[in-house]
């Protein structure tokens, strides 16, 4: 057992029903701690080589031999449902997996606090959002919510320790950590490429929390206000873990087992007993397309700058019947995201605009809920579906970095993305992916995927030149030793 200050670091074993490779929240009093099952970069080595594998051991050595001792804690505002979720559970996996102390808390927050986050979150989108301010009284909601939380999370860190702290939910935390003595690192997830008056607004909300921190990182240099100092700032693209639930290989007959199950596909064969999911909660007109129909697919959360309902307008009123395609939107079951008010106001205002679609398009258009009781079940139909669709989609208005875009590359499928933030980065254009110029031409977006799903050889070339492209960028190994070049500058 490596044992840091006194604190197990090690995984614990699961409780029975819970995946081993899925992290769990314990409430030890505020705030949660996310539990995470130590992973061995070694299995890595069959899909980045021996090379790779050997430059991350030496970085993790140094990092060890650096902190001394001290700890990396890892602190947001969920363990489920998100991109910034799925992120740690792979990097403090292998972290932990290379001897390293890394840990993970959640603040607690309630409705009125995560209004005010998610207001920050569209304003740093560009967008007004509910077009409602922050004042006083929201400003008061939020430093009341971050004191109730201050105390324990300074409880566990000790003076040494790097903290990174993501996005704005636990953004006023960043001067009490430095008070206590840690080195505070701010990790912002969101952005867009030309500042407007929205992202004034949240960068002068948020100014006073994040500007002390000793070190800044964002997916891209745009996304950064130009007050936080340059000399401080690091550029870290999010990565995806190749051998994890949501990404990992499975044969055909697995995928038709779990879309059967899931009722997402109708079933063309027995279903797998050691793969059984639990049904999601779809909205559509008759039953689930046939194992032969080909899917256009987009996976998101239930967030209006996602754009569900112009991925649906433009696919029913560009897309012909004719290509025998059908659309399924599938995002998590709401409940199961505890950091996103809107998701199930976003929802029922995509099910209104679903209705009032033609018969003939609601026949070809699924809106899904995928259930989050099991998250391994959950990332399991999502692989599924990604893998089974003639076409993965994200029309997202913003995007700070596409986590289902890499998914989908790695899985070798053919990507239509919006220019936007950090999809622009991802895919090149016509090489490995197609992007749209402007996410709003419903006309364009139509005429793309109609054109992939008539050339089976097209889709085949932006999906082999996709992969390649997840590999050589955007895995675990790339990603953790951007982070070792982080702490060697923030520990210096």
Request: aromatic share 6%.
């Given at each position: 057992?490596?044992?840091?200050?006194?604190?197990?670091?090690?995984?614990?074993?699961?409780?029975?029903?819970?995946?081993?490779?899925?992290?769990?929240?314990?409430d030890?009093?505020p705030?949660?701690?996310?539990?995470?099952?130590?992973?061995d970069?070694?299995?890595?080595?069959?899909?980045?080589?021996?090379?790779?594998?050997?430059?991350l051991?030496?970085?993790?050595?140094?990092?060890?031999?650096?902190?001394?001792?001290?700890?990396?804690?890892?602190?947001?505002?969920?363990?489920?449902?998100?991109?910034?979720?799925?992120?740690?559970?792979?990097?403090?996996?292998?972290?932990?997996?290379?001897?390293?102390?890394?840990?993970?808390?959640?603040?607690?927050?309630?409705?009125?606090?995560?209004?005010v986050?998610?207001?920050?979150?569209?304003?740093?989108?560009?967008?007004?959002?509910?077009?409602?301010?922050?004042?006083?009284?929201e400003?008061?909601?939020?430093?009341?919510?971050?004191?109730?939380?201050?105390?324990?999370?300074?409880?566990?860190?000790?003076?040494?320790?790097?903290?990174?702290?993501?996005?704005?939910?636990?953004?006023?935390?960043?001067?009490?950590?430095?008070?206590?003595?840690?080195?505070?690192?701010?990790?912002?997830h969101?952005?867009?490429?030309?500042?407007?008056?929205?992202?004034?607004?949240?960068?002068?909300?948020?100014?006073?929390?994040?500007?002390?921190?000793?070190?800044?990182?964002?997916?891209?240099?745009?996304?950064?206000?130009?007050?936080?100092?340059?000399?401080?700032?690091?550029?870290?693209?999010?990565?995806?873990?190749?051998?994890?639930?949501?990404?990992?290989e499975?044969?055909?007959?697995?995928?038709?087992?779990?879309?059967?199950?899931?009722?997402?596909?109708?079933?063309?064969?027995?279903?797998?007993?050691?793969?059984?999911?639990?049904?999601?909660?779809?909205?559509?007109?008759?039953?689930?397309?046939?194992p032969?129909?080909?899917?256009?697919?987009?996976?998101?959360?239930?967030?209006?700058?996602?754009?569900?309902?112009?991925?649906?307008e433009?696919?029913?009123?560009?897309?012909?019947?004719?290509?025998?395609a059908?659309?399924?939107?599938?995002?998590?079951?709401?409940?199961?995201?505890?950091?996103?008010?809107?998701?199930?106001?976003?929802?029922?205002?995509?099910?209104?605009?679903?209705?009032?679609?033609?018969?003939?398009?609601r026949?070809r258009?699924?809106?899904?809920?995928?259930?989050?009781?099991?998250?391994?079940?959950?990332?399991?139909?999502v692989?599924?579906?990604?893998?089974?669709?003639?076409?993965?989609?994200?029309?997202?208005?913003?995007e700070?970095?596409?986590?289902?875009?890499?998914?989908?590359?790695w899985?070798?499928?053919?990507?239509?993305?919006?220019?936007?933030?950090?999809?622009?980065?991802?895919?090149?254009?016509?090489?490995?992916?197609?992007?749209?110029?402007?996410?709003?031409?419903?006309?364009?977006?139509?005429?793309?995927?109609?054109?992939?799903?008539?050339?089976?050889?097209?889709?085949?070339?932006?999906?082999?030149?996709?992969?390649?492209?997840?590999?050589?960028?955007?895995?675990p190994?790339?990603?953790?030793?951007?982070?070792?070049?982080?702490?060697?500058?923030?520990?210096?």
């Amino acid at each position: 057992m490596d044992v840091l200050e006194g604190r197990d670091v090690t995984a614990r074993e699961p409780p029975p029903g819970e995946p081993p490779s899925i992290c769990a929240v314990t409430d030890h009093g505020p705030p949660p701690t996310v539990h995470v099952q130590a992973l061995d970069p070694n299995r890595l080595a069959p899909v980045i080589g021996a090379d790779r594998i050997f430059a991350l051991y030496e970085a993790a050595a140094r990092t060890r031999e650096r902190l001394a001792g001290r700890r990396v804690i890892n602190v947001n505002s969920t363990a489920t449902g998100g991109g910034v979720a799925e992120l740690l559970t792979t990097l403090l996996g292998y972290a932990r997996g290379v001897g390293i102390g890394a840990d993970w808390l959640v603040i607690r927050g309630d409705p009125e606090f995560f209004a005010v986050t998610k207001r920050l979150h569209n304003w740093l989108h560009g967008s007004p959002g509910d077009g409602d301010a922050i004042g006083p009284r929201e400003q008061r909601t939020y430093e009341r919510v971050t004191e109730a939380n201050a105390e324990g999370v300074l409880a566990q860190v000790t003076a040494g320790d790097v903290v990174v702290v993501h996005d704005p939910q636990p953004a006023g935390l960043v001067p009490r950590l430095i008070e206590q003595g840690a080195r505070v690192v701010w990790r912002c997830h969101v952005g867009i490429d030309r500042p407007n008056e929205w992202t004034d607004r949240a960068w002068g909300f948020l100014r006073p929390y994040v500007e002390p921190a000793h070190a800044y990182v964002f997916s891209r240099g745009a996304f950064a206000p130009p007050f936080l100092a340059r000399d401080r700032l690091a550029i870290i693209a999010p990565s995806i873990d190749p051998l994890s639930p949501k990404n990992r290989e499975l044969s055909r007959s697995q995928v038709s087992s779990l879309l059967a199950s899931a009722d997402l596909v109708s079933r063309s064969g027995p279903v797998l007993g050691d793969l059984v999911a639990r049904p999601a909660d779809v909205v559509r007109e008759e039953g689930p397309p046939g194992p032969r129909v080909p899917l256009v697919v987009q996976v998101s959360r239930w967030d209006r700058l996602k754009d569900m309902g112009g991925v649906f307008e433009g696919f029913a009123e560009h897309v012909s019947r004719e290509t025998g395609a059908h659309l399924v939107l599938a995002g998590p079951a709401f409940s199961g995201v505890a950091d996103d008010p809107e998701a199930e106001a976003v929802w029922n205002e995509i099910v209104e605009r679903w209705h009032g679609l033609s018969r003939q398009d609601r026949e070809r258009v699924h809106l899904a809920l995928i259930p989050m009781e099991n998250a391994e079940e959950n990332a399991l139909v999502v692989n599924a579906l990604q893998r089974h669709a003639a076409v993965v989609v994200q029309k997202s208005l913003a995007e700070g970095f596409g986590l289902t875009v890499a998914e989908a590359m790695w899985k070798a499928r053919p990507v239509v993305g919006s220019a936007v933030g950090g999809i622009s980065d991802q895919l090149i254009d016509g090489t490995s992916g197609i992007l749209l110029r402007d996410p709003g031409d419903l006309a364009a977006f139509g005429r793309v995927v109609s054109g992939l799903l008539a050339d089976p050889h097209e889709r085949r070339r932006l999906g082999r030149n996709a992969h390649h492209r997840a590999a050589t960028y955007f895995l675990p190994d790339r990603h953790l030793l951007n982070y070792a070049h982080l702490l060697e500058w923030v520990l210096a």
